[in-house]
């Protein structure tokens, strides 16, 4: 997991942990205790307790930077220990920061500003560090990040969008749609965050303008259908069901975790899955899939849809359309099913059934079969900026398919002309009132289907939309 710890007006902390793959913020603020936190920010938070977690092994951390003779003096050695400048300034890979809340620096740079030498316990004589000024400057400097999410929750920024409620389709207020949060306009480019949180039966459309660049934050949205249709810095989406996401270009990672029943859109340099069920992702990916712990019944398939932008999108964040293995994941960790075998042999009385573990291991995904494949078409313009009330027509999709998809999709086609002219035929020489009885009960059928699969909400949260896009 990434750890960012940034001196509030001074550094910034990473840390990289291969046990949670993600990216959290935590940071380092002027004063020994740090600035208040807004009575809005939860006390206990993911990002608190990182945040404690550094300052409890701080010292652990950088002892690693000493030569084994000073690590092996015991705690006097310690204590009149120097840290080579090299050292500070390898830690930069871990560490950054800024020090007017502007400009992002490497904690080497900030540690040799002028106004810090003093307490950092920087030498310019000897290029070291005092490794207990150096240790005692970065803890007195540790505090929530301000470009965080907790800060960004604390501090409730909307942006404007796009959005529609399904029901009722009338009376809409474009901007209750849950919990909403940026820091866009108080953070660098480089830390800008967009969350969308507890967003429930509806449908959001937000372009370049409202998150272009920023990393996005999904948490706990159901029932919705969100459109993200801009470049994209990165996106973790958590604790979601029932909700289709259609992505832009992200540059840097897509991480889905405990989300049931989801269907994502997205093109992106790197794919994270874990403790997801019932979930189908599309993907252009020139990193395998990167399947964790928890997963069960996923579906993977090929890219299958696009917006006007999407090419150019791609180019700014640096996206290819080659090489694309969305076919080829790479499993870690245990299945949900394997996970429950395992829970269950290890209460079972005899040692028999934890001896013997099964031959093979259930897959925790399959390849869509190129049968099963849809085309997912985005339903409105875009030049820009949203085009508003007009539906999407067709358009050519810049990311090929496999040649199995385009067969199986030629096929579906062919044999839909087929059943359109026999139908057809079918009704020549009918009365016009069975003709008419034959259309009003197809239409009734296909009503009721698209009731029953969940589609009549995501038509009606578009024409609620539309109305939205429609007013002055």
């Given amino acids: 997991m990434w750890k960012k710890l940034t001196l509030s007006r001074y550094c910034t902390v990473n840390l990289f942990s291969l046990t949670a793959r993600y990216l959290t913020t935590v940071a380092l603020c002027r004063g020994s205790r740090g600035p208040p936190v807004p009575s809005a920010v939860p006390k206990v938070t993911e990002e608190y307790l990182h945040t404690q977690f550094i300052k409890k092994e701080l010292p652990q951390l950088l002892s690693l930077l000493l030569a084994p003779e000073a690590m092996s003096g015991g705690a006097a050695t310690l204590v009149d220990s120097v840290v080579p400048e090299t050292s500070v300034e390898a830690m930069s890979f871990l560490m950054e920061g800024t020090s007017d809340d502007r400009r992002i620096l490497p904690v080497a740079d900030l540690a040799r500003l002028q106004t810090q030498t003093t307490e950092s316990g920087y030498s310019k004589i000897t290029r070291t560090f005092s490794l207990a000024k150096l240790q005692a400057w970065i803890f007195s400097l540790l505090s929530t990040n301000p470009f965080g999410v907790d ?21 809409v207020q474009p901007l209750l749609i849950g919990k909403t949060a940026s820091n866009r306009v108080y953070a660098p480019e480089s830390r800008s965050l967009v969350l969308f949180s507890q967003v429930t039966g509806q449908t959001l459309v937000r372009d370049a303008g409202d998150i272009g660049g920023s ?12 459109y993200l249709l801009a470049p994209i810095r990165f996106v973790r989406v958590e604790r979601c069901n029932n909700t289709v996401l259609v992505l832009g270009a992200v540059q840097q990672f897509v991480k889905l975790c405990h989300c049931r029943n989801v269907r994502v859109y997205t093109v992106t340099r790197q794919l994270h899955v874990s403790d997801c069920s019932d979930t189908t992702i599309y993907a252009c990916t020139s990193n395998r899939p990167l399947l964790l712990y928890g997963n069960s019944n996923l579906t993977l398939a090929p890219y299958g849809t696009a917006y006007d932008n999407l090419t ?51 897959k925790c995904y399959r390849l869509m079969d190129p049968a099963e ?10 030049a820009g900026e949203l085009t508003r009330g007009k539906l999407r027509p067709g358009l050519q999709y810049p990311i090929p398919l496999p040649m199995a998809f385009k067969q199986a999709k030629a096929a579906r086609q062919r044999s839909i002309l087929e059943a359109t002219k026999s139908i057809r035929r079918g009704l020549e020489g009918v009365s016009q009132e069975r003709s008419t009885a034959y259309v009003q009960a197809s239409k009734e059928i296909f009503t009721e289907w698209l009731r029953d699969n969940g589609y009549q909400r995501e038509i009606d949260a578009l024409g609620a939309l539309q109305m939205v896009t429609s007013q002055p």
């Fill in 151 to 171: 800060m960004c929750i604390a501090k409730r920024r909307h942006t404007p969008s796009v959005v529609a409620p399904t029901l009722p389709p009338v009376h």
């Fill in 312 to 362: 150019a999108d791609m180019t700014t964040t640096g996206l290819r359309v080659t090489p694309n293995v969305w076919d080829q994941p790479l499993c870690t960790g245990t299945t949900a099913a394997t996970a429950a075998v395992k829970r269950s042999s290890s209460s079972s009385s005899g040692n028999e059934a934890t001896r013997s573990p099964s031959p093979s291991q259930p």
């Fill in 215 to 226: 990393g996005i934050l999904i948490k706990r949205c159901h029932n919705s259908t969100i």
């Fill in 373 to 382: 494949y849809f085309d997912f078409s985005i339903p409105f313009e875009q």
